[in-house]
Each structure stands twice: as structure tokens, then as C-alpha cells.
Nanobody
Framework: VQLQASGGGLVQPGESLRLSCVAA????????MGWWRQSPGKEREFVGA????????EYSDSVKGRFTVSRDNTKKMAYLQMANLKPEDTAVYYC????????????????????WGRGTQVTVSS
């Protein structure tokens, strides 16, 4: 599975941005899709994820209510719609694909993701 995120850029606080992730995978709808981010000097952190069919989403507390994760299985695409961006959202954003173990109850575990794309830089600054 190959993933490529795009759509990053420089925006001002309060603005919106949509990231896209295209997957080269014949069985795209078998994977959960997650978004992660990493700022300089910090560990990679979970942002949000969407289930295989797109009927369930999960978010970190820091983005809940501002970010929306979605997917289009017919296009093999995942999206991260970001609104009301803040300077602390500045990071390199990565999309990732994986699957849940039978006992997993969250999509926020790094070990659930086997495939990672190259990141796209998002900078929020006035």
C-alpha cells in the first residue's frame, strides 16, 4: 500500500485547509485510515481516523470539533478537513492505513497502522 498526502500549506489562524490522501491499494476499503502529525521536537501524535466503511470516526481531544476525517472508497481517498486552525496545529501531517485487532476499541494506536505516507507540511501563522 502506498499513500501520499497533499494539500498542506501556510494559512493564518482561524482559516481552514483540507488535506487529501490518495492510496495505491487494491483493497483500500479493508483499511482504517488515520491522520497523524508531528511537530519539531515532539513525538508523532494521533489526529483522527475513519473506519473502513466511513461510518465511524475518532479524534484527539485537541482537534475534536474543528477537524473532520472522511473517506471515499470509490476514489481510494481519505481527507482531513481542518477548520479554525491554530498555531499549535503547525506540523507535518501524515496519513496512514491499517487495521484493528479484534480486541481494539480505538483507532488511535500507532501499532494499528502498517502503512504510512510521506507527510505534508501545515503551517499556521499570522
Amino acid at each position: 500500500v502506498q499513500l501520499q498526502a497533499s494539500g498542506g500549506g501556510l494559512v493564518q489562524p482561524g482559516e481552514s485547509l483540507r488535506l487529501s490522501c490518495v492510496a495505491a491499494a487494491s483493497d483500500f476499503n479493508n483499511y482504517i485510515m488515520g491522520w497523524w502529525r508531528q511537530s519539531p521536537g515532539k513525538e508523532r501524535e494521533f489526529v483522527g481516523a475513519v473506519s473502513r466503511r466511513g461510518d465511524s470516526t475518532e479524534y484527539s481531544d485537541s482537534v475534536k470539533g474543528r477537524f473532520t476525517v472522511s473517506r471515499d472508497n470509490t476514489k481510494k481517498m481519505a481527507y482531513l478537513q481542518m477548520a479554525n486552525l491554530k498555531p499549535e496545529d503547525t506540523a507535518v501531517y501524515y496519513c496512514a492505513a491499517g487495521w484493528l485487532a479484534r480486541t481494539d476499541r480505538t483507532m488511535s494506536l500507532p501499532r494499528s497502522y502498517a502503512y504510512w505516507g510521506r507527510g505534508t507540511q501545515v503551517t499556521v501563522s499570522s
